[in-house]
């Protein structure tokens, strides 16, 4: 099928089959999938920055379904969600500049395609490290740390001195998230957390979940369900901002990012109901392998020439 | 089950809908005023949300009841 903004020509089944793929992993993980979403379009034939902005399009009505589920099962801080959106628009308008300025250029592939593979690759180690650590810490019969949560609501991971030692900087103004069971933090801290989020979200595309999601978790003490509903809530707008920018600046093909969403739309509604099921460790662990299939697959686009 | 038939076959008209029916206006729009193109994507991404998210509640739902 032809969609004509982009001159690209893609199957259908196959958008429809990536939405629902990244439907379900957005409602379970609060992520927006755009590291497996923009490499899958980048595969489909879509040069970096039209795959960037779609993705964001796409991004934005996946997670108005995961998110108003996530909402029904309380698991959203809207107290944070708004404060992240300041520093998250911001960042991804800087982003955004980014790659104008890489398409002006002319190597915006090469260097988002290496980017990307860093930080996929990053991420998906240290949450893996963290998860077995926090897991193999709160095992029957582990000689250190506390017993394991009562409930799938609270939450422990392995460098939990260092989110302690990040919420008592005090750079006022200071304020409580009760919502999220954090009595201090400075709102300076939270509006970097998400705008360094942005930034990524703007340059490689989607919500930047992947980086927001751990960071709300590790960095800010967030439980894991909450970060997940919370950051879905808070990508509906700044993945709404980043899409407006990038349509503006021609790298959005709408008619794509429909077509993915009605995959993406049963996805999501699964993925958010099956969060009740399992603990924090347990998901960030299942996270592991999502940002290297994504690097997988940009490492495949960069090798081979990129088109399926 | 009926369900996925049915979902299956308003994609099919959603699909026509949207890209016989609206791909030569947004692609009009896109080449010749980008604010207004960008405005139009934001409606029709959001409009889209919740069209799907209600459609699919009541899909899941009327599963969940035959499943009982």
Redesign the interface.
């Known amino acids: 099928?032809d969609f004509?903004?982009s001159h690209a020509h893609i199957a259908?089944v196959y958008l429809?089959v990536v939405g629902f793929v990244i439907g379900v992993l957005g409602g379970f993980f609060g992520v927006g999938g755009s590291f497996i979403a923009g490499p899958a379009l980048r595969l489909a034939g879509l040069q970096w920055n039209m795959a960037v902005g779609t993705d964001l399009?796409?991004i934005?009505?996946?997670?108005?379904?995961a998110a108003?589920k996530h909402r029904a099962l309380g698991n959203i801080d809207f107290k944070l969600g708004f404060i992240m959106m300041a520093g998250t628009i911001a960042g991804a308008e800087a982003g955004a500049q980014g790659i104008e300025a890489l398409k002006r250029h002319g190597d915006v592939n090469m260097v988002v395609s290496w980017v990307s593979i860093v930080v996929y690759f990053s991420i998906s180690t240290f949450m893996a490290w963290d998860a077995w650590e926090t897991l193999r810490a709160h095992r029957p019969g582990a000689k250190r740390g506390a017993p394991p949560a009562e409930n799938t609501r609270s939450d422990r991971t392995s460098v939990g001195h260092v989110t302690a030692r990040i919420q008592r900087l005090h750079l006022p103004p200071m304020i409580s998230l009760p919502t999220s069971g954090i009595e201090r933090i400075s709102v300076w801290v939270i509006l970097a957390v998400s705008f360094v989020g942005g930034i990524f979200s703007g340059f490689l595309g989607g919500g930047a979940g992947y980086i927001r999601m751990p960071s709300m978790v590790y960095l800010l003490g967030i439980p894991t369900h909450l970060a997940i509903g919370t950051d879905l809530f808070e990508v509906i707008i700044s993945a709404?901002y980043a899409?407006?920018?990038h349509?503006?600046?021609?790298n959005?093909d709408?008619?794509i990012?429909?077509?993915m969403?009605?995959g993406a739309?049963?996805g999501a509604?699964i993925g958010a109901t099956a969060t009740q099921f399992f603990r924090g460790p347990g998901i960030r662990m299942a996270f592991v392998p999502l940002p290297l299939i994504g690097m997988g697959i940009v490492i495949y686009t960069l090798i081979t020439g990129q088109k399926l | 089950m009926i369900e996925i038939p049915v979902?299956a076959g308003i994609?099919v008209a959603?699909?026509y809908l949207?890209?016989s029916l609206?791909?030569?206006w947004?692609?009009h729009l896109?080449e010749t005023d980008?604010?207004l193109?960008?405005?139009?994507?934001?409606g029709?991404?959001?409009a889209?949300?919740?069209l799907?998210?209600l459609?699919?509640?009541l899909?899941?739902r009327a599963v969940r009841k035959r499943m009982r």
């Open positions: 099928m004509p903004v259908p429809v399009a796409h934005m009505g996946k997670s108005v379904v108003r709404g899409t407006a920018s349509a503006m600046k021609g959005v709408i008619l990012a429909l077509v969403n009605t739309a049963i509604q | 979902y994609i959603y699909y949207v890209l609206l791909g030569s947004v692609t896109f980008r604010r193109y960008a405005a139009a994507c934001l029709m991404i959001l889209q949300g919740i799907l998210d459609t699919t509640t899909l899941l």
